[in-house]
């Protein structure tokens, strides 16, 4: 993995190696740190760096610190800026991912959120796929729940939290899948371990509601305005029973990391006809130009470096 030879941290642009915090520190004791996960794509002919959304990354970003009482002077502009400062700084011609977080930095014991000092770090990493097997995933329902929004904010993208995901993809990895399904507690299909779902039933795209626990995916959003303006495709927010996806003519998880995923088999059954549908395939395809700038209709949407 190629790591950022800089990074954000303490208020100023550092070399990586400099980057680091005590094992003594809040946020790594607790969890109580609040992230975010940002994509650029190189576009090769035009030789150009683009970053997605960031703006919207930002704001829940900000959203997420609010959730965990943290304070910060940084708004949705300051963070792209900086950004922007810390890419032209190592110069990066390739994919990235970039990991922007606020943590919680005082030294010491104790379970509480106030009282505490705030911090921002980000570095960057070349990035590629997340999901090997993206145009043909085959996933399991998780015997792990998704978390609660009463237990711990789902809309949030809060550290501590993603110990749920990790028990629900290692489970999966283990069990020779590519990715789970998780339910809610109410029996919902919610989330993968850490993407975003959506089905095609009689041709309608469906997805879990905002309040299924789900967290509030900027490609998931891309997604569904993409499939109503571009696709013309109706398109529902409602919960999912397990059992659906067992009789949808096509299955797929969206994320910053995990793009648009193909799902082809639930449980060693078919999704549809067992191959990546027309619906998800049209939907990659737009999706790759909005990201690396050939659609000049959604270049809102992108930061050019």
């Known amino acids: 993995m190629d790591l950022s030879k800089h990074a954000f941290f303490e208020g100023k642009i550092v070399p ?10 809040h946020g790594f004791l607790y969890g109580t740190a609040v992230f975010g996960g940002i994509r650029g794509y190189w576009n090769e002919e035009m030789q150009r760096l683009f970053v997605f959304r960031p703006y919207d990354h930002f704001r829940r ?96 993208k809060v550290a501590g939290a993603y110990v749920n995901s990790a028990l629900i993809k290692t489970d999966a990895a283990r069990a020779g899948f590519d990715e789970a399904l998780v339910l809610d507690q109410n029996g919902h299909v919610s989330e993968g371990s850490a993407m975003n779902i959506f089905m095609v039933r009689d041709g309608v795209l469906v997805t879990p509601p905002v309040t299924d626990n789900i967290l509030e995916g900027i490609t998931r959003k891309s997604v569904i305005e993409l499939a109503r303006n571009e696709l013309g495709l109706e398109v529902h927010e409602r919960s999912i029973d397990r059992t659906e996806v067992f009789i949808a003519e096509e299955l797929f998880m969206t994320g910053t990391a995990a793009q648009i995923t193909a799902v082809t088999r639930v449980d060693h059954r078919p999704v549809g006809a067992g191959v990546m549908g027309p619906v998800t395939a049209k939907l990659r395809a737009l999706y790759e130009d909005v990201l690396r700038g050939r659609n000049k209709k959604y270049a809102h949407w992108n930061v050019a470096v």
Not at 16 to 25: N, R
Not at 62 to 67: K, P
């Open 16 to 25: 990586l190696s400099e980057a680091k915090i005590s094992i003594a520190t």
């Open 61 to 156: 970003l900000l959203h997420s610190a609010r959730m965990l009482a943290m304070r910060t002077e940084y708004d949705e502009e300051s963070l792209i800026q900086l950004t922007l400062d810390l890419l032209h700084t190592d110069n990066w011609q390739c994919d990235i991912y970039m990991r922007p977080t606020f943590y919680k930095a005082d030294l010491g014991i104790g379970v509480r959120l106030h009282d505490l000092k705030d911090e921002f770090s980000m570095f960057v990493i070349k990035y590629e796929k997340y999901v090997k097997n993206d145009t043909d995933a085959h996933v399991t329902f998780s015997s792990w729940r998704r978390i609660d929004d009463n237990v711990i904010p789902a809309r949030g």
